[in-house]
């Protein structure tokens, strides 16, 4: 069983650039959440998807955009990058339900200068 | 507004103490909560979790944790501290309507030999 994989592994970008992140989700689940973890802090929730739609947002400005494909892999895109979105990305697949478990991929590291 | 508070930024053992990690959440609905363990440079895995099944809770690599609803705590404890448990740790809560994970900020277990 592939466990939940993410692309690229790093990223380096300037400021107002774009920048579009992958994940693979674990076989079997057809939910994907993203989250934002800033250098220090706990992960703070953007987005999930479920079945292709969004089903949840958190905090974060409609330039953090998302997309999930019919083999709920998915897409986090950011447009308009500022200083303040360098973190580690971080995905995490399920299935549907609050109290099933959310297996996270080990990360994407953005740095925005 | 419902969440989790870790406290204790920073803690520190001696390999063979008891590890304690303390969390405590606020909520007006039954809660399910999570443990997460992360470690350099890698994303999060899953200690253990509670779903409103048994209170006492064991999870993996000799951890456990309590769910008091009286107190409502959710600490974290293992026996014996392994120089492999050198890590940041944090506690998520999550309810039956929601759909995202709310992350505490996060406690660093070092280990002493």
């Known amino acids: 069983e592939t466990g939940v994989t993410q692309s690229p592994t790093h990223l380096i970008k300037t400021r107002g650039q774009q920048v579009t992140l992958r994940c693979s989700s674990q076989?079997?689940?057809?939910?994907v959440s993203w989250y934002q973890q800033a250098l220090g802090q706990g992960p703070q929730f953007i987005f999930q998807?479920?079945?292709?739609?969004?089903?949840g947002r958190g905090n974060f400005p409609p330039r953090f955009s998302g997309l999930q494909f019919p083999n709920y892999s998915s897409e986090l895109n950011v447009n308009a990058l500022e200083l303040d979105d360098s973190a580690l990305y971080l995905c995490?697949?399920?299935?549907?339900?609050?109290?099933?478990?959310?297996?996270f991929g080990p990360g994407t590291r953005l740095l925005v200068l | 507004a419902q969440s989790v508070t870790q406290l204790g930024s920073h803690v520190s053992v001696s390999e063979g103490a008891l590890v304690l990690l303390r969390c405590n959440y606020s909520?007006?609905?039954?809660?399910?909560l999570f443990w997460y363990v992360q470690y350099p440079n890698q994303g999060l895995q899953l200690l253990l979790k509670?779903?409103?099944?048994?209170?006492l809770v064991k999870g993996i690599n000799g951890f456990e944790a309590e769910f008091k609803k009286s107190e409502t705590s959710f600490h974290l404890t293992k026996p014996s501290a392994h120089m492999s448990d050198a890590a940041e740790y944090f506690c998520?809560?999550?309810?039956?309507?929601?759909?995202?994970?709310?992350f505490g900020a996060g406690t660093t277990v070092t280990v002493r030999a």
């Open positions: 995490a697949s399920s299935s549907q339900g609050a109290a099933e478990t959310q297996y």
């Open positions: 998520a809560v999550t309810f039956s309507n929601d759909y995202k994970l709310s």
């Open positions: 909520s007006s609905v039954p809660p399910y």
């Open positions: 509670y779903t409103s099944a048994a209170t």
């Open positions: 998807y479920y079945r292709e739609e969004e089903n």
């Open positions: 076989s079997g689940h057809n939910t």
